[in-house]
């Protein structure tokens, strides 16, 4: 027997058409996604692990801003008419931008890049700044922060153009890369970091050389990444390990790698991504490698005895309401991370010398919350008229209560204070100097597809044709067509380059 949580729309993984579908709670105290094509029959997939949990996560829904501006109609319905539609319910936070599928590693894993694919994508630097001013043009809130990725960016030789671009436009300016290029070339670390890069999501599995022989090709790829990492910390960017998770491959690396933090300064996140499976995969494979988001939370738990436990966690759209407060705070809209609550989670940790401590040991996120809503009831009351300085005289006072042995504690409670006052990146950046993240986001593959999250999407492609993709609809059905139409065959991409 099966308990229906609720009922989305979801796609057919052989075929990608559109099919009803219902989220099930299982008599394992698992959630399933389970959908029926009238040509390839009925498929189930576990979403979360945990029941309870899933319950827990749907508590803090938050309903996003929208857009003002959309590039498509509604014509096919959700998710062919990316992007975005008149439907979508979030603006971007993080716009992304693949500036080629060349990379230099040949992953036995990847089926994504140049060679393999037999054509190159990558779009000239003009293209490019014309995406820049997509994303810089939605509205009701112009995308924030930008994230070159691939492929593998650095291949490209106008990367220092493109930061630079990206950087004149207000981005915060972030880059997707596997490292090799900063160890083999450190002076391009610099060059970066003056055009305007912030921050670097490094790809990184884990610290046993075992993992990057199977699924990178190469034992020696992890010292490759530690010579990266040794350069962005002598070149002072801030950077975040972000690791494909898989049972059975990685799943016991966590631990590893939050100790091998602590050994760098500019290591300020770590963002696990479990992995997903956008190409056809039979169902043993998917149940032997698949990691929820609650598998994930429970390896944390295991892996720190229970030094990080699982209530420290907390789904991503608690950020929202702090964004929608510091907005309202400053007379501007600010960017909302309004995502499905089942996209990911988050907590901070605070390195206290003997190890970490999440931050839930001195901040009580709910009665955080609840303040931040009174907060913003009072300040809203002060109206047009409202001094900047009564204002934030009325959030210290509101939320200074809710941290908890505050002894020791009085810098983080100012830069949590910071942050809602000021409202600006500079003071956001001072936070994260302090406090790691970890985090967990489980993007979409055909299997587990929801267009319920989808329309919430927060992490959104631009493409050279004028659109705003969100990220697990580009990946699970738009990417193909997009790269083909805009792509060039390998043989011809290379005669040109020879010539």
Excluded at 195 to 212: E, H, K, R, T, W
Aim: hydrophobic content about 40%.
């Amino acid at each position: 027997m099966s308990d229906t949580l609720y009922e989305t729309e979801s796609l057919c993984p052989e075929c990608l058409r559109a099919v009803p579908a219902r989220l099930v709670r299982t008599a394992e105290g698992s959630v399933e996604i389970v959908k029926k094509c009238p040509e390839h029959g009925e498929f189930r997939e576990v979403v979360w692990s945990d029941a309870e949990f899933f319950k827990r996560a749907l508590e803090y829904e938050f309903n996003g801003l929208g857009v003002e501006n959309p590039q498509t109609d509604n014509e096919n319905g959700c998710p062919f008419d990316c992007g975005l539609c008149p439907y979508h319910e979030s603006t971007t936070a993080l716009g992304i931008i693949d500036v080629t599928n060349r990379c230099n590693l040949n992953c036995p894993v990847c089926f994504a890049n140049a060679e393999a694919k037999g054509y190159v994508y990558e779009p000239p630097l003009e293209q490019i700044e014309e995406m820049l001013d997509l994303l810089r043009s939605e509205r009701p809130v112009p995308a924030p922060a930008v994230q070159f990725a691939g492929g593998e960016p650095l291949v490209r030789e106008d990367i220092v153009e493109i930061v630079a671009a990206a950087d004149e436009r207000g981005f915060h300016v972030q880059i997707a890369t596997n490292g090799v290029e900063f160890a083999r070339n450190p002076e391009l670390a610099e060059d970066l970091h003056a055009a305007g890069l912030n921050v670097v999501y490094l790809q990184f599995d884990g610290l046993s050389p075992d993992i990057y022989e199977e699924i990178r090709g190469s034992r020696k790829i992890l010292e490759l990444k530690k010579e990266a990492i040794k350069v962005l910390e002598r070149e002072g960017i801030s950077t975040v390990l972000v690791p494909t998770l898989a049972r059975g491959v990685n799943d016991d690396q966590i631990r590893p790698m939050l100790d091998f933090a602590r050994e760098f300064e500019v290591i300020r996140g770590i963002n696990v991504q479990p992995i997903s499976f956008t190409g056809r995969t039979p169902r043993e494979e998917r149940e032997r490698m698949r990691i929820t988001i609650p598998d994930f939370v429970k390896l944390v738990e295991e892996q720190t005895d229970g030094r990080i436990p699982a209530e420290s966690f907390y789904p991503v759209p608690i950020a929202a309401k702090i964004s929608r407060l510091i907005g309202q705070l400053h007379g501007e809209r600010k960017p909302e991370f309004s995502a499905h609550p089942i996209c990911g989670v988050a907590t901070y940790l605070l390195d206290e010398g003997d190890w970490y401590h999440p931050i839930t040991d001195y901040v009580d996120p709910d009665a955080f919350i609840d303040a931040l809503e009174e907060v913003a009831e009072k300040v809203g009351a002060l109206g047009r008229k409202r001094d900047r300085a009564k204002a934030a005289w009325i959030v210290t006072k509101h939320l200074r209560r809710v941290f908890k042995g505050l002894t020791g504690k009085r810098k983080l409670a100012r830069l949590v204070l910071d942050v809602v006052t000021k409202g600006t990146y500079d003071a956001l950046a001072d936070f994260h100097w302090n406090a790691l993240l970890l985090g967990c986001m489980h993007f979409m593959d055909p299997y587990n597809f929801q267009t319920d999250r989808v329309r919430r999407c927060v992490i959104h492609y631009a493409t050279p044709d004028g659109r705003i993709i969100p990220f697990c609809a580009y990946n699970s059905i738009h990417r193909e067509e997009i790269e083909q139409k805009f792509g060039v065959p390998l043989k011809e991409w290379k005669e040109r380059r020879n010539g």
